[in-house]
């Protein structure tokens, strides 16, 4: 049975930082690219970034290029998301998804890309 954990979420002011983390399990881990997406509410998902299955590869949303970096620990089963500078509007919960379509490398910011999602982390900044 696979399971991607979030955990990391919080509260942070405008301009802090946080770091997500997402375990994995019951998966072969390192033939998966991975995904962060976000959800605020009222609002639909939407694509955060994405990492190849070995780490070369990482792609951003342009509203979050810069401030976020997607790293992974294929040793550990574990797929990070550092975010600084953040700002009210990165308010959300936070999910991460992993994804083994050939496909993958062109469409990463689609959900359907993704076959196995967790079930997010809380991160709501204040202003």
């Known amino acids: 049975q696979v399971q991607l954990v979030e955990s990391g979420g919080g509260l942070v002011q405008a301009g802090g930082s946080l770091r997500l983390s997402c375990a994995a399990s019951g998966l072969t881990f390192s033939t998966y690219y991975m995904g962060w997406f976000r959800q605020a509410p009222g609002k639909e998902r939407e694509f955060v970034a994405r990492i190849s299955a070995y780490g070369r590869t990482t792609n951003y949303a342009d509203n979050v290029k810069g401030r976020f970096t997607i790293s992974r620990d294929n040793a550990k089963n574990t797929v990070y998301l550092q975010m600084n500078s953040l700002k009210p509007e990165d308010t959300a919960v936070y999910f991460c998804?992993?994804?083994?379509?050939?496909?993958?490398?062109?469409?990463?910011?689609?959900?359907?890309?993704?076959?196995?999602w967790g079930r997010g982390t809380q991160v709501t900044v204040s202003s």
């Open positions: 998804a992993g994804g083994s379509k050939s496909s993958g490398a062109l469409y990463y910011s689609r959900i359907t890309s993704y076959k196995h």
